[in-house]
């Protein structure tokens, strides 16, 4: 066990430095799991493509409560959560057997066992990065013009990567030495889709339920996405300073956590 707990810029220092292994692996794990098919990649995005698809035609007939004014902002108030919750359950269901997944490498080779967090990432965000500038196309259609707060997307998003990160490190160590880990999430899974504000805002729900929304760490990301594509403005001070302080403190401590508890879980493997 590492007894020095690093700190925040040794996580990215670490990514920085396995930069090329990161990209090469995740390459080769999406042309692996889509070898053969006639579409390729295309199925990165093909699902939640279609639900946006269908959620554009079927609103078009009647103008929903959230928002009377133009129903093709219903979509696009949808999924400017629904592309994060798409990477938070991917990452969070396949966090606790990523160590066990990877035993016969990670105990015969000097690999960089927290390289594999950082792949999962990259895989995941590829398609929702692709969904991220289809839905900025869509915002601008929407909107008439670009909100100008369009450039602090990628600040949202990349905090929203480092929670994801320092969450997945956690998980990850912790699904070695309980097995059942990946089942009780999967069981949750659901109650965090309600959980998680897609289909309404916090400010759709009572005053007494919503700061418990604010739980989930998806709400800060998804409510500063809103504010920007949506409703055309800069995200809220309360949601931006939520979504950075969630960003730094999850990474730093995830980071921390699995670093100092790496040896002891492969040795457990």
Same mark, same amino acid.
């Given at each position: 066990m590492d ?60 103008? +929903? =409560? ?34 066990a997944?990877?035993?016969?490498m ?5 690999? +960089? ?45 990349? =905090? ?50 919503r ?24 995200? =809220? ?30 040795d457990?493997l």
């Open positions: 007894k020095k707990f690093p700190g925040f810029f040794a996580g990215l220092a670490s990514a920085w430095r396995h930069r090329e292994l990161v990209v090469r692996l995740t390459m080769g794990e999406l042309f692996s799991a889509y070898r053969g098919s006639l579409f390729g990649w295309f199925w990165l995005v093909a699902g939640p493509l279609g639900l946006l698809a269908f959620y554009s035609v079927s609103t078009a007939s009647f103008a +929903p =409560s959230t928002n009377k004014s133009d129903y093709l902002a219903y979509p696009l108030f949808i999924f400017c959560g629904l592309i994060y919750f798409q990477t938070f359950s991917e990452l969070l269901l396949r966090a606790p057997s990523m160590l997944g990877h035993v016969q990670l105990k015969k080779t000097m690999f +960089p066992t927290e390289a594999l967090a950082w792949i999962a990432l990259v895989r995941s965000s590829i398609s929702t990065l692709i969904l991220l500038g289809i839905l900025v196309s869509f915002s601008i259609v929407v909107r008439g013009h670009p909100a100008p707060a369009i450039v602090l997307l990628p600040i949202i998003f990349g =905090s929203f990567c480092l929670t994801m990160l320092g969450m997945v490190w956690v998980l990850s160590i912790i699904g070695v030495f309980v097995r059942d880990l990946s089942y009780f999430i999967a069981s949750i899974m659901p109650a965090l889709l309600l959980a998680t504000p897609l289909f309404y805002s916090p400010a759709d729900v009572s005053e007494g339920i700061p418990l929304l604010y739980l989930n760490p998806l709400t800060f990301y998804i409510e500063a996405t809103r504010d920007i594509l949506v409703r055309g403005d800069f995200p =809220s001070w309360p949601n931006l300073a939520g979504a950075l302080t969630l960003a730094v403190i999850t990474f730093r401590l995830g980071y921390g956590f699995f670093i100092y508890t790496r040896h002891r879980a492969v457990a």
